[in-house]
């Protein structure tokens, strides 16, 4: 008998397919019902029984288009079917790459996307943080009492406007009592100015425009010898990102690489693999892929090969690094030299040429063995590769080991495990995590995951550090959900220097993200709970943030003819004794407002117990001039 789904011979008593793993009773029930509804179809046709010529209808096109696309996927299904090892082993891979970017997509694919879309159009932001703190042995302190009710009423607020295209942004922090501002501080940036301003100081902007750099300072001292002109790097950051061209060039170049020189006999296929994994049974076909220490390393070196003769990827390469290297602002020219494309080049090149040699004098892998589980869909249920490195005489691997196991009702288990080491010396580094998802409805899914990091020494544990996190979804998307993490840290005593004994906590994550009418809110209230022998306390922050696309951002101007700023450039005498006035009147309503005298904002004269006079702060102010020296008392009397 022969399997409905792929066609495999299979012996009576089977009750999965051989080669594809399908249930047996499930395809023949399909076929049956298929076949019947086949059958009452044609019992309702008509039967021709004229040969005369009839006219070429609609109705015959479309069962002539049916039939050349039943055929068609008959063809492909043929292909399919019939996939070398070679084949099925990176197409598995493949699509299970593509399951990874499913399921970002699904949690954050929208929020990326918004994030993107700051980068093109002009946004606006404001974020609040705020939180407090307990700690149970302090609970009768005054002191400590009184810092939290402080806390309890203070914030920190920040406000941006930002405009990608003219490389524009206004920033602004500021502190925040009982709902009011307490005090801000304000920048705006462009590439031709930058400016400053408290408005709890002084009304106005002041600011520099970066051509007249070297006037400004002088205004500030003097004798200031520094670099005339300021230049800010003009940088749009979508220019880092791969154009489609480059991605093509990439995406053939290399695949046409690994394609010849991943060889058929380096494969194999096992079919049948009875494979179980709590209650759960799959029936799996197993691909190996095995290089030898000869083949891994000639493979290295041929890779290397490409990576020198591929001029377009040098080009990717340069253009990037020139990009980055314009972050930077220029003080002088001097101190800005161009980086040189050419030598650029020709770096990389001789790097790529002498790691090549390398390897022909010391190779560096033992081999490399891989083996995929997959599933009739072309995807890995479980995954071991092991990597040797060092010559014969070493014994140092990398093992990794992945499981992706497709559960009842859409749940899932997965795990991944990375372990370095050599057994010779009892050495190991390990990463372990696990994650069970469990759906409970279309818009609930409870995440379990757990991950272990450890590493031992010639046989000695140098620690272990445990991670437990549970996570509680809660909407049908990513882009509007409620996250409710629970998390847990347990460490051993060697793992972590004076690390208290219990790390717990929660997250609770609120997202809004609405690509159509342009805006992102997202929240974060975080609860860290800290336990040790001694003491036991919670360090509670609330985060909330909200993003909105903009046609135009609200941006200061700052010019000569502006009320909004002052070119510290062309500031005058009377405009600095202005702004003297107006900064320590300000200065005097904040001490008053906040309950601080002038004493404490400016320091004192005063009389200490025995009657001597002295000044606290050690400066002596006279006609306008500080005298950096203590003054003996005659000189004191003569005042």
């Known amino acids: 008998m022969y399997c409905a789904n792929c066609g495999t011979q299979y012996e009576a008593n089977d009750k999965f397919c051989p080669s594809c793993g399908t249930k047996i009773e499930e395809v023949i029930e399909t076929a049956k019902q298929e076949t019947a509804a086949n059958l009452e179809t044609g019992n309702n046709q008509p039967q021709v029984v004229s040969k005369v010529k009839k006219p070429f209808t609609l109705k015959k ?5 049916g039939i050349v696309v039943l055929a068609g996927a008959g063809t492909a299904a043929g292909f399919i079917l019939h996939k070398s090892p070679k084949e099925l082993y990176l197409l598995s891979e493949i699509n299970s790459l593509k399951q990874v970017a499913e399921d970002v997509d699904s949690h954050y694919g929208d929020l990326i996307e918004f994030n993107q879309k700051t980068l093109e159009k002009p946004s606006s932001n404001e974020t609040t943080l705020s939180g407090n703190f307990e700690i149970e042995s302090l609970e009768s302190d005054p002191d400590v009492q ?10 920190l607020t920040t406000k941006t406007e930002i405009s990608p295209l003219t490389n524009e942004g206004y920033y602004s922090l500021g502190v925040n009592l009982a709902d009011e501002e307490a005090v801000n501080v304000e920048l705006y940036q462009s590439k031709e100015q930058l400016g400053l301003k408290i408005p709890a100081l002084y009304e106005k902007f002041l600011y520099v ?41 990439l995406q053939k170049k ?40 000869k083949e891994s390393n000639q493979f290295m070196i041929d890779f290397i090969d490409v990576l020198i003769k591929d001029t377009e990827l040098h080009n990717m390469l340069v253009k990037r690094v020139e990009k980055l290297s314009e972050l930077a602002v220029s003080l002088d020219e001097a101190s800005a030299e161009e980086l040189n494309a050419k030598e650029m080049k020709e770096e990389l090149i001789e790097g790529l040429k002498d790691a090549k040699e390398d390897l022909k004098d010391s190779p560096v892998l033992r081999g490399i063995k891989s083996e995929l589980l997959i599933d009739n869909k072309e995807q890995v249920v479980d995954r071991k590769l092991t990597i040797g490195f060092g010559d014969e005489s070493s014994d140092a691997d990398l093992v990794l080991t992945s499981k992706n196991v497709p559960l009842k009702n859409d749940n899932r288990y997965e795990e991944l495990k990375i372990k370095a080491g050599s057994k010779e010396d009892e050495t190991e580094v390990a990463f372990e995590m696990s ?93 860290l709970n800290i ?72 320091g004192t004269y005063e009389e200490d117990y025995s009657g001597e006079e002295y000044y606290e702060d050690e400066l002596f102010y006279e006609d306008g001039y ?14």
Do not use: C, W
């Open 61 to 65: 096109a479309l069962i002539i288009a």
């Open 435 to 527: 994650n069970d998802i469990d759906v409970k409805k279309a818009d609930n899914t409870i995440e379990k995951r757990k991950i272990s990091i450890s590493s031992t020494s010639y046989g000695v544990s140098d620690g272990k550090v445990d991670v437990a996190i549970t996570s509680n979804y809660k909407g049908k998307s990513g882009s509007k959900q409620t996250v409710n993490h629970e998390f847990k840290i347990e460490a051993s005593d060697d793992a972590i220097y004076d690390m208290p004994s219990g790390l717990s906590g929660t997250v609770v994550e609120t997202r809004d993200v609405n690509l159509k009418k342009e805006y992102s809110n997202e929240k974060y209230e975080i609860e």
């Open 626 to 639: 500080y005298e950096d020296e203590l003054f003996d008392e005659e000189l004191l009397e003569s005042y």
């Open 146 to 155: 009184m810092v939290k009710d402080i806390l309890s009423e203070a914030s």
């Open 209 to 249: 425009n970066f051509n007249e750099f070297g006037e400004a300072m002088r205004m500030l001292d003097p004798s200031y010898d520094g670099p005339e002109t300021l230049e800010l790097a003009d940088i749009d950051l979508n220019e880092l990102k791969l154009t489609d061209k480059e991605k093509e060039h």
């Open 254 to 293: 290399y695949t046409e690489f690994l394609l010849s020189h991943l060889k058929d006999e380096q494969f194999s296929l096992e079919k049948g693999i009875n494979y179980k994994h709590d209650g759960t049974e799959l029936k799996l076909r197993k691909v190996t892929f095995e290089m030898s220490p």
């Open 531 to 602: 336990e040790d022998e001694y003491d036991a306390g919670s360090i509670m922050f609330t985060i909330d943030s909200k993003t909105k696309l903009k046609k135009k951002a609200d941006l200061p101007q700052l010019n000569n003819d502006s009320s909004e700023g002052l070119n510290i450039a062309k500031i005058t005498e009377e405009d600095i004794y202005a702004i003297e006035e107006e900064v320590y009147n300000n200065m005097m309503e904040l001490a008053e407002k906040f309950g601080f005298s002038y004493e404490d904002m400016m």
